[in-house]
């Protein structure tokens, strides 16, 4: 399955960006879809999942801040991102997994900077 992540930029601190991921095949509404990101020097970290029965789990550094939902009849996966943190600045990258399915996106840059 093909991925396409999308709403990355540049915001100040405490500002709000929205990702979406636009996903290519049909099966979507089957697929456990996450967002995980890379800071540079860091491993990748797992930041939200949804699973197909719209189950969330966070990373403890984002929760009530950040948001996964998911839009089947769009095949699209978003994470609205609030209260943004100069920490938070990474390449976002979408993930599909489901069976022997485990596709990435080419990833969003986000940055937090004044």
């Known amino acids: 399955v093909q991925l396409v992540e999308s709403g990355g930029g540049l915001v100040q601190p405490g500002g709000s960006l929205r990702l979406s991921c636009a996903a290519s095949?049909?099966?979507?509404?089957?697929?456990?879809m996450a967002w995980y990101r890379q800071a540079p020097g860091k491993q990748r970290e797992l930041v939200a999942a949804?699973?197909?029965?719209?189950?969330?789990n966070y990373a403890d550094s984002v929760k009530g801040r950040f948001a996964i939902s998911r839009d089947n009849a769009k095949n699209t996966v978003y994470l609205q991102m609030n209260s943004l943190k100069p920490e938070d600045t990474a390449v976002y990258y979408c993930?599909?997994?489901?069976?022997?399915?485990?596709?990435w996106g080419q990833g969003t840059q986000v940055t937090v900077s004044s």
């Open positions: 993930n599909a997994n489901e069976g022997l399915v485990d596709s």
């Open positions: 095949k049909s099966r979507f509404n089957s697929y456990r």
């Open positions: 949804i699973t197909s029965a719209y189950r969330t």
